[in-house]
T-cell receptor
Framework: DAKTTQPNSMESNEEEPVHLPCNHSTISGTDYIHWYRQLPSQGPEYVIHGLTSNVNNRMASLAIAEDRKSSTLILHRATLRDAAVYYCIPQGGTYKYIFGTGTRLKVLA | GAGVSQTPSNKVTEKGKYVELRCDPISGHTALYWYRQSLGQGPEFLIYFQGTGAADDSGLPNDRFFAVRPEGSVSTLKIQRTERGDSAVYLC????????????FGQGTRLTVV
């Protein structure tokens, strides 16, 4: 299973963009890169995933480095409801999702 | 449609007792996952089912933990001779079963062993 490195915590002002980085240098060529977030006292929630190309959805954008050793989750306008722990998860042939410690995002009003 | 449902939401049990935790996945999802989460930690993988069979049970910590999914839908996580260290939130997730698809998590069962 690929290992990930994320900052323990980040802060952002409300309505400003947030870039959450993830290093996954041991990822294999066929691993998907998933991002989940977990709000307080809730189960994890899907945010976005990609393989090689950058991806956009209504929640966020995912920028994947050309060598796939890192990716960045982009929240275009942070809101107070985006305060959560964000997990970057490579998903390989074993199908399971291995969570690290994630990045705790604090959004300041 | 309902999401992933886990029951009970809270369970308090005495050390040494047996407990069962239930997970109702989203209808039609072939993949089902169990995780446990201790305070301040990320979810820890326990077991993954594809249909009725356990495709990967490498995360089960010891033989006191067992999970079944006899008809390929509802799953039960069983813990024998509970210990205080088993106290955690147990999370269940389901997905359509292919790589690169979204997994949906339940709200979890908070297990407290006293």
């Amino acid at each position: 299973d690929a290992k990930t490195t994320q900052p323990n915590s980040m802060e952002s002002n409300e309505e400003e963009p947030v870039h959450l980085p993830c290093n996954h240098s041991t990822i294999s060529g066929t691993d998907y890169i998933h991002w989940y977030r977990q709000l307080p006292s809730q189960g994890p929630e899907y945010v976005i995933h990609g393989l090689t190309s950058n991806v956009n959805n209504r929640m966020a954008s995912l920028a994947i480095a050309e060598d796939r050793k890192s990716s960045t989750l982009i929240l275009h306008r942070a809101t107070l409801r985006d305060a959560a722990v964000y997990y970057c998860i490579p998903q390989g042939g074993t199908y399971k999702y291995i969570f690290g410690t994630g990045t705790r995002l604090k959004v300041l009003a | 449609g309902a999401g992933v449902s886990q029951t009970p939401s809270n369970k308090v049990t005495e050390k040494g007792k047996y407990v069962e935790l239930r997970c109702d996945p989203i209808s039609g999802h072939t993949a089902l996952y169990w995780y446990r989460q201790s305070l301040g930690q990320g979810p820890e993988f326990l077991i993954y089912f594809q249909g009725t069979g356990a495709a990967d049970d490498s995360g089960l910590p010891n033989d006191r933990f067992f999970a079944v999914r006899p008809e390929g839908s509802v799953s039960t996580l069983k813990i024998q001779r509970t210990e205080r260290g088993d106290s955690a939130v147990y999370l269940c997730a389901s997905s359509p079963g292919s790589r690169g698809t979204e997994a949906f998590f339940g709200q979890g069962t908070r297990l407290t062993v006293v």
